[in-house]
């Protein structure tokens, strides 16, 4: 006779029921196209929420650059004005719930969304919160580190003395050269892991890690069409941070809008 152990294998239907394999979509230019057309039809249906967001970055924005000057931390400005975007994708939650419930032809008020928005600290997004925030924090320890080894002897008294030794002397010109390739990397890594997974943990119970391989797999999979939507991504955001971050009040929503767009071309929706 054979015995069996009570609780060694538990019945088939207490197991969890594995999570299918996202399908990836072919992506083009025509995509990205026609997610930002979308975007910008969801930024002008509604103006004034979707740019409250951007408005709420662009203010941290200001708040955090002015903090540094504050602190005497001069050094920190321009590499955390370039870094600054990379904790974007974070922000635009509120942005992603706006145009999945359009696309739903869903109504929608404040409440709605900024409750959505919220609750996504206690859901998975948290932890790629925390996973951006970490690369952001990388990306600035390596600025600092270059600096050190690089401009040893340099004086940042005032930012126009950083600017003057970054931007007019060899010694400067080496330490663009470094930390542009250092940066280029870290904000490859870092929109591979995000720009799908960040609205995909919004639209589906998953959990971050699977939404990161899924974000990884439809970049190498379209690497160009990807590397060049990443591309629009940075050379927009830069740009909106000289008039004061101001820009971030459009370019942040349409953005933002825009990513989910072409997260449902480049991932089907879950049949059922």
């Not at 394999?21 to 992506?27: D, G, L």
């Not at 196209?33 to 103006?47: E, V």
């Not at 971050?208 to 939507?229: C, G, K, Q, Y």
């Not at 101001?246 to 089907?268: K, Q």
């Amino acid at each position: 006779m054979t015995s069996k152990t009570a609780g060694s294998t538990p019945p088939d239907n207490l197991r969890p029921p594995p999570q299918a394999v996202p399908q990836i979509n072919k992506v083009t230019a025509g995509d990205i196209a026609a997610a930002l057309k979308a975007g910008l039809a969801d930024f002008r249906a509604h103006p004034l929420m979707s740019g409250f967001f951007g408005l709420f970055y662009a203010v941290f924005g200001i708040l955090f650059v002015w903090c540094l000057v504050w602190l005497g931390a001069i050094w920190m400005i321009i590499p955390a004005a370039v870094g600054f975007p990379l904790v974007a994708p974070f922000a635009a939650a509120g942005l992603y719930e706006m145009s999945r419930r359009r696309q739903r032809g869903e109504s929608f008020g404040w409440s709605a969304i900024l409750t959505v928005a919220a609750n996504q600290r206690k859901r998975e997004m948290g932890w790629m919160a925390f996973v951006t925030l970490f690369i952001f924090w990388v990306w600035i320890y390596q600025v600092r580190l270059w600096l050190a080894i690089i401009l040893k002897d340099a004086s940042f008294s005032d930012f126009y003395g950083f600017w003057n030794t970054v931007f007019f002397t060899p010694q400067g010109w080496t330490f663009l050269a470094v930390g542009t390739c250092v940066g280029a990397f870290l904000s490859a890594v870092l929109f591979s892991v995000t720009v799908i997974a960040m609205p995909m943990l919004l639209d589906r119970e998953t959990d971050f890690v699977s939404a990161m391989i899924t974000s990884i797999r439809v970049v190498t999979e379209n690497p160009v069409v990807m590397l060049s939507w990443a591309a629009v991504i940075s050379a927009a955001m830069l740009l909106s941070l000289v008039p004061a971050f101001l820009g971030l009040i459009f370019t942040l929503p349409v953005l933002g809008h825009a990513t989910w767009h072409l997260y449902r071309r480049a991932v089907p929706p879950v049949e059922g």
